[in-house]
């Protein structure tokens, strides 16, 4: 069955990458949540989609360059798109997100890497591994990420677990290389999709196909019978439009 994926949350509504997003994805009904992951200045693992607080928050600077718990105390309530509505979200922490998530949505954790080519050795794969184990969520969870030097460590440090690469164009250059890392996924941008073939190609070397992110429900009708997953930010916009069956039912 199709995986609709509620990227960022139900990040069309609410602050993305936040409690409250992940929160109303669920009672959306949503099976399948995205979000994005990366290292603070201590090592910690924080949710947050980009390197720099400027969009997102009310502070300025990079993620990299502050602690978790200094990160924690800016508003990640995206002032820009919502004002001051959602203030009193923060950035959550990998653990607060775990903690909410479990046994109600299935994770695509997206590991976020400043260039996609090349090996990171800050060991954010072992640690967002180790707390899956202490959460008891190492099933049910997809590894995704532009970077495929990040892939291939999860890969070799979890054989079992499902990764997906994320290209911007779906082409042969990128099915080869999701071979290569042994991905069971690969997840491109549909606006830059051109013919089915290539999706056939994909499909005939065993790789599953996902798009993100399709907000437009003339959109999501076009590509639902052609893909194995589809990211959306409008996660209960796209579910009630097209009756499909919710979590628990
Ligand atoms: O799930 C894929 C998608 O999240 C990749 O793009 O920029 O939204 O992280 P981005
Ligand atoms: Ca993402």
């Known amino acids: 069955m199709l995986k609709i994926i509620a990227h960022r949350g139900y990040s069309g509504k609410y602050p993305e990458n936040t409690l409250l997003a992940f929160q109303k994805a669920i009672e959306a009904g949503a099976r399948y949540i995205e979000f ?123 054989p079992g677990m499902v990764i997906g690469c994320l290209f911007y164009q779906l082409d042969e250059y990128a099915i080869d290389r999701a071979i290569d890392i042994d991905a069971s996924f690969i997840i491109f941008n549909y606006k830059t999709y ?21 907000d437009d429900v003339k959109d999501f009708e076009r590509f639902r019978y052609s893909v194995e997953a589809i990211a959306t930010n409008y996660i209960k916009e796209i579910t009630d439009y097209f009756f499909l069956p919710l979590a628990n039912s």
Do not use: W
Request: charged residues 30%; negative net charge.
């Open 36 to 158: 994005d992951i990366q290292p603070t200045k201590d090592k910690e693992i924080a949710v947050i989609h980009d390197f720099t607080l400027e969009r997102t928050t009310n502070a300025s600077g990079n993620v990299c360059d502050v602690t978790l718990a200094e990160l924690q105390k800016f508003s990640a309530g995206y002032p820009e798109k919502f004002s001051n509505n959602f203030q009193d979200e923060h950035v959550p922490s990998f653990q607060e997100t775990l903690a909410l998530c479990k046994n109600k949505a299935q994770l695509l954790i997206e590991i976020k890497r400043e260039d996609k080519a090349i090996f990171y050795d800050d060991d954010l794969e072992e640690k967002a591994i180790r707390l899956l184990e202490n959460y008891e969520m190492s099933e049910d969870i997809m590894f995704v990420s532009f970077n495929l030097p990040s892939l291939a460590k999860v890969k070799s440090m979890m």
């Open 194 to 214: 051109k013919s089915p073939s290539i999706i056939d190609k994909a499909k005939l070397k065993g790789l599953q196909v996902g798009l993100y992110t399709v």
